[in-house]
């Protein structure tokens, strides 16, 4: 098992979730964050820190199998993150539009940068 994340990041980006992970397990694209599946040890306190509650255990029935490949995909290409920065700017108001993987972008982020 792991935790992942999954469409509500997008283009949110909040960041409060890399400030608690205990193994750094967090890597940035150009709007969104996601998870080291092999890295990740289910400790599942990035969980509420979430304002955007977009991380689950990848066992929850709402998380799909492309959601887990694409945190896995990712990680292993965009750079670490360890600390908080501001959310992306229109954070707030597109907290909890639908279907945001149509904003999915694979470009990296700077991470710590
Ligand atoms: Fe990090 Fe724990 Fe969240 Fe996994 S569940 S990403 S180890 S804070
Ligand atoms: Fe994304 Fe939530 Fe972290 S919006 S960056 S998973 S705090």
């Known amino acids: 098992m792991t935790y992942v994340v999954t469409d509500n990041c997008i283009k949110c980006r909040f960041t409060d979730c ?9 890597y940035e694209g150009e709007n969104m964050l996601v998870i080291h599946p092999d890295e990740c040890i289910d400790c599942g306190v990035c969980v509420p820190e979430c304002p955007a509650d977009a991380i689950f ?3 929850d029935p ?16 965009w750079p ?10 229109d954070a707030d108001q597109l907290n909890g539009t639908p279907d945001k993987l149509r904003f999915f972008s694979p470009e990296p982020g700077e991470g710590d940068a």
């Open 62 to 77: 709402t998380v799909g199998a492309d959601w887990l490949r694409l945190n896995h995909d990712y990680a292993d290409k």
């Open 18 to 26: 890399v400030e608690v992970c205990p193994v750094d397990c967090f």
């Open 80 to 89: 670490n993150i360890t600390r908080k920065k501001p959310p992306l700017p």
């Open 57 to 59: 255990p990848d066992t």
